[in-house]
């Protein structure tokens, strides 16, 4: 737990020190959160496009989206698709997935195949962006409101520090 803790110091220190102003930092911070909810793969190019679009820090757009990552991703990704489940008006039990994953081994077609990949897929973007909102808007304030006290200590950003 000391090592994890280590490595995290440094980093959320590279999120802050941007030189950009402290809103752009929340900005890419956001764009990150955001996108590594929406998209499991490829979730960098939209974190980088998404800042790029709300003039946010690419560099903390790209590191906040490892929020998602092997060691979070099994607690998150199955809250993500039980929350979407809820939102797009069906709501997913153990029971259900268990008989929609039987139906597709059992009867492999591509109806079956179908009905599990819809439910799923559906579920799990409409959780994504509900919790990428949620999160960014969340990851926006803390980051800014972070970035400025870190400024203010520092004798308000006379640092140099090189751009992520």
Known sequence: MRKRSEKSVPFFLRLI?????PESVGRGVAAGLFSAFII????????????ML????????????????PLTLS????????????LIGVPLSYALIKKLVLDAIHTPSTETVGALSRELIVSFFAGGLLLGAVVAVIGYFCTTEMARRYRARRGAGTRPSAPI
Do not use: D, E, K
């Open 75 to 86: 607690v998150v990704y199955p809250v993500q698709c039980y929350l979407g489940s809820f």
């Open 54 to 69: 709300v003039r946010g820090a690419r560099g903390s757009a790209l590191l906040a989206t490892w929020i998602i990552n």
């Open 17 to 21: 020190q941007h030189p950009g102003t």
């Open 40 to 51: 499991p793969v490829g979730h960098m190019p939209l974190a980088f496009l998404l800042a």
